[in-house]
């Protein structure tokens, strides 16, 4: 067997495997923890894990959208994968557009990380709690969408960089509050600084939020069995359905959508909510079904809000 192989001291495969990462503290606590997870499994393998600036990370002056969104921070780490000067990249999932580069797969993820949103304010104050005209830093349209939906007196603000960065901004008062993802706070010891965890009955996350995801050559069938290993099947069933919806509904461009899916039993919830994106309407449905219909049920999901106006809401 090839995990057998990556195991035994003497086998014949190759020993080192190269990650390829973005270079901040959370991507890289995010490769540090499938590096774990693999030499768990496989002691005897080296594992190096390689930094590749994005232009995400380099142009920070800019919103997503304004270059190219959720690929700004894959295009250079899959261009690495395909030059075979990396073995794997690792991905927050969020990041990784639904369509991925011919040749390349994901191949695992780790378990799921908690994936509401959270708020944060210098002050401890929650969202309701803040004067009218307060500057939010977010550079989500998903965010800035819900944002003006809760209360279209406050105003958001682009903000860009890393999580420390942020943090630094805001104590520097350049705005009253933040909105951001909370696992990535907890990955870093710094929920601390929570002020409020967002209510997903309202605040529907984004698309794979809180997951960790292994990208891969299509022909390293050595590497893909290798990762089976350390993939979580429920957390890749979840973001599989999550997935197939944002498909089905972005047509490959960054939308203000969140959607969600949680495994109850034997079931599956997958429950969405498209807005325009200045807030002033919104759609949402769900649907339940058994987790073996996961797919299916994100499809009809697409097809519902679809249905229901929401191309027209997003201008598309």
Same mark, same amino acid.
Request: include cysteine; charge should be negative.
């Given at each position: 067997m090839v995990a057998q192989?990556?195991?035994?001291?003497?086998?014949?495969? %190759?020993?080192?495997i190269v990650i390829g990462s973005r270079g901040s503290r959370l991507a890289l606590y995010e490769s540090e923890a499938v590096k *774990?997870?693999?030499?768990?499994?496989?002691?005897? !393998?080296?594992?190096?894990?390689?930094?590749?600036k994005t232009e995400g990370d380099s142009r920070l002056d800019l919103p997503l959208p304004a270059f190219g969104g959720k690929g700004a921070f894959t295009k250079e780490i899959e261009e690495? $994968?395909? %030059? %075979?000067?990396?073995? /794997?990249?690792?991905?927050?999932? %969020?990041?990784?557009?639904?369509? /991925?580069?011919?040749?390349?797969? /994901?191949?695992?993820?780790? =378990?799921?990380?908690?994936?509401?949103?959270?708020?944060?304010s210098k002050d401890g104050k929650k969202l309701m709690d803040l004067r009218a005209g307060a500057k939010i830093g977010t550079s989500s349209i998903r965010r800035i969408?819900?944002?003006?939906?809760? *209360?279209?007196? $406050?105003?958001?603000?682009?903000? *860009? &960089?890393n999580v420390e960065t942020r943090l630094r901004k805001l104590n520097e008062g350049e705005y009253d509050g933040m909105?951001?993802?909370?696992? &990535?706070?907890?990955?870093?010891?710094?929920?601390?600084?929570? @002020?409020?965890?967002?209510?997903?009955?309202?605040?529907?996350?984004?698309?794979?939020? #809180?997951?960790?995801?292994?990208?891969?050559?299509?022909?390293?069938?050595? $590497?893909?069995e290798l990762?089976?290993?350390?993939?979580?099947?429920?957390?890749? !069933?979840? &973001?599989?359905?999550?997935?197939?919806? /944002?498909?089905? $509904?972005?047509? #490959?461009?960054?939308?203000?959508? &969140?959607?969600?899916s949680e495994i109850k039993g034997s079931q599956i919830v997958i429950r969405a909510v498209v807005l325009a994106p200045d807030g @002033?309407? =919104?759609i949402r449905s769900m649907k339940q079904g058994p987790s073996e219909d996961a797919l299916e049920l994100a499809r009809h999901l697409a097809d519902d809000v679809i249905r229901r106006g929401a191309k027209r809401l997003i201008g598309d």
């Amino acid at each position: 067997m090839v995990a057998q192989r990556f195991q035994e001291p003497g086998g014949s495969m %190759k020993k080192k495997i190269v990650i390829g990462s973005r270079g901040s503290r959370l991507a890289l606590y995010e490769s540090e923890a499938v590096k *774990r997870a693999l030499l768990e499994h496989f002691p005897h !393998l080296e594992i190096e894990i390689r930094i590749i600036k994005t232009e995400g990370d380099s142009r920070l002056d800019l919103p997503l959208p304004a270059f190219g969104g959720k690929g700004a921070f894959t295009k250079e780490i899959e261009e690495a $994968l395909l %030059k %075979k000067e990396i073995d /794997l990249a690792v991905h927050s999932i %969020k990041d990784l557009p639904t369509t /991925l580069p011919d040749g390349l797969e /994901l191949i695992a993820v780790l =378990e799921r990380e908690d994936p509401r949103d959270c708020f944060i304010s210098k002050d401890g104050k929650k969202l309701m709690d803040l004067r009218a005209g307060a500057k939010i830093g977010t550079s989500s349209i998903r965010r800035i969408a819900q944002l003006k939906r809760l *209360r279209a007196d $406050l105003e958001p603000v682009n903000v *860009r &960089g890393n999580v420390e960065t942020r943090l630094r901004k805001l104590n520097e008062g350049e705005y009253d509050g933040m909105v951001m993802a909370y696992a &990535g706070l907890k990955r870093l010891g710094l929920d601390q600084h929570v @002020s409020q965890i967002l209510d997903i009955d309202f605040f529907v996350p984004a698309c794979g939020q #809180g997951i960790i995801g292994i990208e891969a050559r299509e022909n390293d069938q050595d $590497l893909v069995e290798l990762c089976a290993a350390i993939n979580d099947p429920e957390t890749e !069933l979840r &973001g599989d359905a999550e997935r197939m919806f /944002l498909a089905f $509904l972005e047509g #490959g461009c960054q939308v203000p959508c &969140g959607v969600l899916s949680e495994i109850k039993g034997s079931q599956i919830v997958i429950r969405a909510v498209v807005l325009a994106p200045d807030g @002033s309407e =919104e759609i949402r449905s769900m649907k339940q079904g058994p987790s073996e219909d996961a797919l299916e049920l994100a499809r009809h999901l697409a097809d519902d809000v679809i249905r229901r106006g929401a191309k027209r809401l997003i201008g598309d």
